[in-house]
């Protein structure tokens, strides 16, 4: 992995972290809780975080097959945010949509580790 190939995952991370506020935001304004987002996109950067500390380091992993994971779980979780503007089906929207942002957070979390 290049280091262009780090910052750019890095990059892709912040403009995720950017979508997990927005959602927060669209769960409150649907009078939803949002703690469980709250607390994933706490999470998300404290690993943006240490990943920034280690540019310079070896990452293990592919950053082109990860930012690609990480593209097909946000266009998933932008299907379950307009799930969630509709009244059917939303506590289960919910619920996935945490699911995916877990699933994102593990993906990250091995680079990380």
């Known amino acids: 992995m290049t280091t262009q190939d780090k910052l750019d995952l890095l990059k892709y991370l912040i403009f995720l972290r950017g979508k997990m ?3 927060s ?3 409150l304004t649907l ?3 949002t703690t469980q987002v709250d607390d994933a996109e706490k999470k998300l950067a404290t690993q943006i975080d240490v990943l920034r500390g280690k ?3 070896q990452w293990q992993g592919n950053a082109d097959q990860i930012t690609t994971e990480l593209q097909s779980l946000n266009t ?3 299907a ?3 799930q969630m503007r509709s ?3 939303k506590a289960q929207a919910v619920t996935d949509f ?3 942002l877990d699933k994102g957070l593990a993906l990250v979390a091995g680079l990380v580790a």
């Open 98 to 100: 945490v699911g995916i």
């Open 87 to 89: 009244a059917v089906g």
């Open 21 to 23: 506020q927005h959602a």
């Open 80 to 82: 379950k945010l307009r």
């Open 76 to 78: 998933k979780a932008q």
């Open 55 to 57: 540019v310079m380091d």
């Open 31 to 33: 009078g939803e809780e």
């Open 25 to 27: 935001i669209e769960l």
